[in-house]
């Protein structure tokens, strides 16, 4: 049970070059993200998503897209990199289930290693 | 807006110390509180949590009150390791939704 993966681990890229980000859960969870981390500024969402096919935008999504092709993988692609997107990106994933009939409660989220990336 | 709030680090204690690191937070109705924590390198992970008020949280020794009143959930251990030296997160997740709201992180160095 490896839980959350992600990779690559580290990556350098030029400014206007373009990258994935992998991420996969072995958990049957529903719920997945994408966080970004900065000095000073803990973490922030960029792109969630519920289920297969279906994505939000979070706090920072300019610069990103995100593609939820089956359940277990959530990537993050960056189609023309800025020295702005500089971080530490972490993938997560939870459990759902329905609560009464008017919610959904989210369970715990749990995060995967990380991947440092640096745009020069 | 919802928001948390962590004392500043970093916070460096000898070995077998008390340790506090306060956090507090503005939300409206009664959300979940979580303590998360980054090890060197690594991603985080979930310390402890509580989901209503006057709950305890608890593991490895850590142990955190949710209080209404105040509005706080600070993080509480009586006797710190070397090996808990880490970034600890303090985290919002309001009833119903997915968001979690992080604050900065309060960096603990732990010396012998």
């Known amino acids: 049970n490896a839980g959350v993966t992600q990779t690559p681990k580290f990556q350098v890229l030029k400014t206007g070059q373009s990258m994935t980000l992998q991420c996969a859960q072995d958990m049957n969870h529903n719920s997945m993200y994408w966080y970004r981390q900065d000095p000073g500024m803990g973490l922030r969402l960029i792109y969630y998503s519920a289920s297969e096919g279906t994505t939000d935008k979070g706090e920072v999504p300019n610069g990103y897209n995100v593609s939820r092709l089956n359940k277990r993988e959530f990537s993050l692609r960056l189609e023309s990199a800025a020295p702005s997107q500089t971080s530490v990106y972490f993938c997560?994933?939870?459990?759902?289930?329905?609560?009464?009939?008017?919610?959904?409660?989210?369970?715990?989220?749990?995060f995967g290693p990380g991947t440092r990336l640096t745009v020069l | 807006g919802d928001s948390v709030t962590q004392m500043e680090g970093p916070v460096t204690l000898s070995e077998e110390a008390f340790l506090t690191i306060n956090c507090t937070y503005t939300a409206t109705g009664y959300p979940s509180l979580f303590w998360y924590v980054q090890y060197p390198g690594e991603g985080l992970q979930l310390l402890l949590k509580?989901?209503?008020?006057?709950d305890k949280g608890s593991n490895k020794g850590f142990e955190a009150t949710y209080r209404k009143e105040t509005t706080s959930f600070h993080l509480e251990k009586g006797s710190v390791q070397v090996s808990d030296s880490a970034v600890y997160f303090c985290?919002?997740?309001?009833?119903?939704?997915?968001?979690?709201?992080f604050g900065t992180g309060t960096r603990l160095k732990v010396l012998a």
């Open positions: 997560a994933s939870s459990a759902t289930h329905q609560g009464d009939p008017w919610s959904v409660v989210y369970d715990t989220q749990y």
């Open positions: 509580a989901t209503k008020a006057d």
């Open positions: 985290a919002l997740r309001a009833t119903g939704t997915y968001k979690y709201i």
